[in-house]
């Protein structure tokens, strides 16, 4: 049988993910160290690209939880030399209990998912990033509730953040505007697939009014740094500023999945005010990602 997965969040049903957002927040408010669901369990982690985030919650939840998380760089292991996926996925998951990646290609995450004897997690794909939205859902829920009916605005690059947003909108029922200049669409298959709940605009004004969240995210993600200077200009009116701010509800929040520049996608102003919640949805990655561990491995 096919263990469980976490490829995207089209993987979970509305309940299971509104499940682990609560368990989320229940693990939050645990402090006992003495419940380790996952004594003796490994965790291999395969990291193609750089990270603070995601390594160090996994890394730390596997701890806490009794367990031990492996970082594994391609440049290190035979993967950075040529060794097929199918076999380095047979391999590593006879070993462990649990294998996340974060590669460039989403392939590589599906074909390592489908020889993998173990749960296979997203740790983000240039398409997907899907382990940031159950923390990004979790700081939402506990700031205002249940994000279902609301009103959530994306602005700036169609990425996988964006795409992820996407996926949320529709397994939990919001409504999602996005504001992303020409050129920097979000994949079409995946809007068409979330039917009418998604609204495209040009401006990020007229796309924040009447929302409850506003969220961005770096204008140039991990592999495109060489075109951070055609982006600049690309993106120039795109940034989430006070007056996006100004055009959405009176008490939206602001989240940016980390890390921000500032002056560019977002205004120091509006990353460090008031209402955002970049440095709880960070936290959350750490208790978002245990409640996935123990969803998948218990
Ligand atoms: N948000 C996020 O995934 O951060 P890292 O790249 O630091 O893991
Ligand atoms: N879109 C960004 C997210 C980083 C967490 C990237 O892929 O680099």
Known sequence: MQPRHFISLLDLTSDEFRGLISRASELKNNK???????????????????????????EAGMTQFGGHALFL???????????PLEDSAKVISSMVDCIMLRTYSHDMVTTFAKYSSVPVINGLTELLHP????????????????????????VGDGNNMCHSYINAARVLNFKLNIACPE??????????????????????????????????????????????????????????TESTMNAA??????????????????????????????FDA?????????????????
Not at 282 to 298: I, M, S, V, Y
């Open 73 to 83: 760089s391609p440049r290190d292991t035979q993967l950075g030399r040529g060794e």
């Open 131 to 154: 382990c940031q939205l159950l923390a990004d859902m979790q700081a939402y829920f506990e700031h205002r509730g249940d994000i279902a009916g609301k009103t959530v605005t994306w």
């Open 249 to 278: 509800n009176n008490d939206a929040l602001f989240m940016h999945c980390l890390p921000a520049h500032r002056g560019e996608e977002v205004s120091a102003e509006v990353i460090d005010g008031p209402q955002s919640v970049v």
């Open 32 to 58: 006992d160290r003495d419940f380790q669901p996952l004594k003796g369990q490994v965790l291999a982690m395969i990291f193609e690209k750089s990270s603070t985030r995601t390594r160090i919650s996994f």
């Open 282 to 298: 960070a936290e959350n990655r750490l208790h978002a990602q245990k409640a996935l561990l123990e969803f998948l491995l218990c």
């Open 183 to 240: 050129g920097y669409l979000p994949n079409q298959a995946i809007v068409d697939d979330a039917g009418d709940r998604i609204c495209m605009f040009n401006s990020a004004e007229e796309a924040a009014e009447n929302s409850d969240l506003i969220v961005t995210d770096v204008w140039a993600s991990m592999g495109q740094e060489e075109e951070q200077k055609k982006r600049e200009i690309a993106f120039k009116n795109y940034q989430v």
